[in-house]
């Protein structure tokens, strides 16, 4: 009878020395669709790993004075919501589309699942990057397409990639997704449902104007020309330093800083400096989220996440 105890301390001691895990919580429509499995890297606390050795350097050239920007909100900004929407589906009686691709050498052919009223960043009319994002929650598949619009009877896009949320595979090396890093854009954004129960347990996606002729794990492309080391290749995670004080923020910043103590943030696309994401809302607190613009590039630092290779896939 000792066996179970003893799993469950070694269990608990692996959380509290950094590395550990939780599976992706579920968006409310697809309940039993986890975000990607528990050691997937979006999924890994960062806490307790080392910093980099050039995370000085990194900082700086991405702006070490310059502040913190939510990415994402409640209500209209510019006649456009604020954010990247998620749409949830039903893939079975949703219809399917395989749109020609600009990028069509390093997209998923499909068919994917897009209903007429799918939810497309900026709205309908926006000329922006127009991602869609698409959980299927009957097969607990993601579909998440750039660029976006309708064609005729159908649709166009500029790239696409489907993801298996209960895989931890990535894309082919070399490969874009609907992000320029190859990487999934839903497991990277803050969403109100996460900051309504207290704790967002995952990584967040972030921009930088300037980035590296390079990649790191878990990202699979890179979209630059620059080879300065100190800029960031995509796919580096920072996070906020443990010592910055959280207390003095509103509740759905403070939710947000601790997460990125926590499990950090990636950079996941060239952009403004410091631009977190997230999914809109009505429910988010604008005043609440422009309090993140207090803290700085210089609270961050880059972390050494070489040792975050996941277990399963």
Not at 218 to 231: E, Q
Request: overall charge positive; glycine content about 10%.
């Amino acid at each position: 009878m000792r066996r179970p105890v003893q799993l469950a301390l070694l269990l608990g001691a692996l959380l509290l020395l950094g590395g550990g895990a939780a599976h992706g919580w579920p968006l409310p429509g697809a309940p039993r669709c986890a975000i990607f499995p528990a050691d997937n890297p979006w999924n890994r606390r960062v806490d307790r790993l080392p910093v980099a050795a050039n995370s000085g350097p990194v900082i700086a050239a991405i702006g070490r004075d310059e502040g913190l920007h939510p990415d994402f909100g409640s209500g209209l900004y510019e006649g456009r919501p604020i954010g990247i929407p998620i749409t949830v589906v039903r893939g079975s009686s949703t219809p399917k589309a395989r749109p020609p691709f600009e990028y069509a050498d390093e997209s998923d052919r499909g068919p994917y699942p897009i209903p007429r009223d799918v939810a497309i960043e900026g709205g309908r009319g926006s000329d922006g990057d127009r991602h869609a994002l698409i959980v299927d929650r009957e097969a607990c598949r993601l579909y998440e397409l750039y660029d976006l619009h309708p064609a005729g009877r159908g649709w166009r896009a500029g790239s696409g990639a489907i993801w298996n949320l209960r895989s931890n595979r990535l894309r082919p090396a070399g490969w874009t997704s609907a992000d320029a890093a190859g990487l999934p854009i839903l497991p990277g954004l803050a969403r109100f449902d996460e900051v309504a129960r207290g704790r967002i347990d995952h990584a967040l996606r972030f921009t930088v104007e300037r980035t590296r002729r390079a990649y790191v794990y878990p990202a699979r492309h890179f979209a630059s020309d620059g080879t300065d080391p100190s800029l960031p290749p995509m796919g580096l995670r920072l996070r906020l330093r443990a010592s910055y004080p959280t207390a003095g923020f509103p509740r759905q910043a403070r939710i947000v800083l601790e997460a990125l103590k926590r499990y950090g943030m990636l950079v996941a696309d060239n952009g403004s400096d410091w631009f977190i994401s997230g999914a809109p809302d009505p429910r988010w607190s604008n005043d609440d989220l422009r309090s993140l613009d207090r803290v700085k590039g210089s609270d961050f630092e880059v972390v050494d996440t070489r040792s975050l290779r996941p277990r399963s896939s």
